[in-house]
């Protein structure tokens, strides 16, 4: 199970001496900076039922142990988006000493908008000025000294990709959080009438409400309430006297509609925005024109219709390419270094410590084969394809392929950013359904999810080259192909009408291409690879050994008497076959690989030519069962820790069931041809 | 040539405007806190002078002078405010009143001389747009922003509020009403569009982007 956020933040808070939360918008060098502060033992902890995920960590400076709360990049704090609350609460809950808000200074405008939000809540405040040098370069100048007056907190400017100003950073905000109440906390000044209404609210809040949420101060709580923030709103409305408080905002938050014209959410903002632009315009000096640089102009070419699409799908098939060879190539070294090291040493111990018994048998099952198993089939595909995801997130190329897609996607109920996971679910599927965390609601993730589940993987993909290509002609082969891409269309389809909701509309923000850093991109696939190894490993190999059980007890063959009305009758395969389908859950080219292996038992060696034991039709109907239905052990695991393992038991479910209808009718009709 | 007194109503009933159209006789009064009998008097004034017609139900509506002065006016005082803040670094909470002062006084050289040293910026620091000098922001016709092209420049207008949530969202991006926009490029196969909004560039899918009434700029 994932770490909560609940038990997390607070034991964070104990362990070390102080606490530090990094905010920040997307892609302005907080992960970096985060990176270059920690260690490699990093906490991701998660608020139950929210994919957003908060990173922990701890740095030490001058002896001191400090505990660093990377919050997720958002543009703003509030309840909104599902990011900008898990952002919120963790600050909120964790009650960091100090906040350090991360600028990026080629758009400080923009940026400084979440600065006033933590203003207004009342942190203690130090501001990381970063990307200095790409603002430099851009002709803009941004006087710290300027910025730290307008803005009451101190301003440290780094370049965090090479380490720059980062010390000062942490000395600066180890000084401010050591010395609570050292700076007064200067709240934005908002226009006088909307900060009269603030006023008015916060002594209505102090005299009525004796219990403030988080214990936040009554101006911080009057402009939620008056943003009609639903969190607040609901925390207010809890407690004795709220109803009356609640009026008092709703009072005040029409006047500021009648005076402005807007709704007095929209005001605030559009206040914010004005203030911010206004202490942009006094701390920057804009040197030259921005000209536009050939790295950008040439960035311009991803999103642009004629180039784009080209080069998304050149894009696409490297990156393919990459996870296929890339993958297969671990896969092979893993599996052979497996062979030739340490399988041995765990086969003799086992069988020095049972002897030559079914327990021995079963055992080695579990951590020989199923360990391999995951070394060969998961481990190298996931761990290329975060490596992948990684570089494209730190690029920013992940959101061009979202924009250029977002159509196509819109129609199965999804939008642009879930075309990287579906691709790379052809690699291996389970690191494809952990990448769809960046999509941001459930039904999203459950769609994608499933799509997922039905693209042949590497392994379903080896075992349509081995048994249909092989033996049947790559038309069949092809057939497949095509059969499992309409049934992705049409499950997409269907669950963008069946399921509840609608899909969301897509607002991604477009970054220009940002030079990648190599030590963010390793650590980050470090930290998802790390976690999907504590899962999936122990299911592969509890899997593993109850598979081994059924099999060396010989238990399974019972199993051919009630398969046999499906697999006989309905798919028309031989009833052994419908047993290697079993075996499937464990690896998908494990099926093929056992119907070799049980054929040759079964029907001597002249079986080892597969056409010898089934004809052309039962090999397509055998690979296109195989690729549908129930996706191997460490996909469902992953399913199941991800959506929770209701909705992973109803993907399962329908997989198996769309397998037999198709294989059945795919059997029926080359029968009647 | 106009007086102080007559600006200010100019300047009120165009603030009304935007609220709900006719503007009703005693919202001015209220919002301009003189008497009804006061407002009724300038009223006439303003008609003869051709800045104001009745409807037939009393209403109050600018004529199209009328607009053009109120809106020449609004743009005075948000420069005016812009130089407060700016140039002489006075914080943004207390320049209002200074700039309402301001902007009727002032002789033409000065507003001017004003134009050329803030350079014509977009907006004003409370997140106004600053209407341009022929007065472009008060456009009637609108279209949803899906209708624009690339390389069109447009004008918020409004964002319609069916959905309470993308609305703020997209208002803690900057994406508001009277905020000035581009579109970068449009994805084909009627994809998304890539606007910009300041020095960001956002995005926006299609079903997103129909919400957002805007209305084109030509240069």
Redesign the interface.
Known sequence: MPISCHSALPQIRTDTALTLALAGNPNVGKSSIFNQLTGMGVITANYPGKTVEVNMSTATFDGLQIGIVDLPGT??L?A??ED?WVARQAVLEGKPDAVVVILDA??L??NL?MLLQFLDLGFPIIAALNIVDQAKRQGIETDARKLAEALGVPVVQTVAINGKGLDELVRVAVGVARSPGCCEIRSP????DI?RAIELLSKEIESKITDRPYNLSARAIAILLLENDPDFVGLIESQPNGQDTLAAASKLAAEIE?DH??AA??RI???R???A??IT??AETIKRKPSSYLVDRLW?YT???WT??PILLLALASIFGFLFFAGSYLSTVFGDLWAALLSPIIDGAIYFVFGQSVISKILIWGPDAGIQASLSVGIPYVLTFYFILALLEDTGYL?SV???T???M?NLGL??RAAIPLVAGAGCNVPAIIGTRVLTTMRERVIASFLIVLVPCSARTAVILGAVYLYAGWQPAMAIYLIVFALIFAVGIGLNKLMPGQ?T??????FPFRTPNLATIIKKTWYRFKDFVFVATPIVLGGSLVLGALYETGYIWYLTGPLSPVVEGWLGLPAVAGLTLIFAVLRKELALQLLVALALVRYGHDAQNLLLFMDARQLFVYALVNTIYIPCVATIAVLGKELGWKRAALIVAATVTLAGVIGGVANWVMGSL | MTSAKVEEYLEAIHKLEQIDRPVRAHRLAECLKVSPPSVAEMLKKLCREGFVERTADMGILLTEKGEKAAIGLVRQHRLWERFLTDVLGISWDKVHDDACRLEHVASPEVQEGLEKLLANPDTCPHGHPIPSKDGVYAQQNTVPLTNLGAGQRALIVRISEEEPEMLHYLATLGLIPKIRIKIEEVAPFRGPLLVKVGKAKYALGREVASKIQVSEIVN
Do not use: C, K, W
């Not at chain 1, 000044?189 to 006088?192: A, E, L, N, S, V």
């Not at chain 1, 509309?505 to 477009?510: A, D, K, N, Q, S």
């Open positions: 543009y703003a509030g909104v988006s900008q080629t758009n405008a923009r908008y000044g908002y226009g006088q900060e009648r014209g807007e959410p929209m903002a559009r206040e925005h004005g203030l632009g206004t315009a006094q311009q999103t642009a219709p784009g699409m959101n979202a924009f250029l977002d159509r196509i819109h939008h642009g899909p509309g897509l607002v991604m923000e477009m």
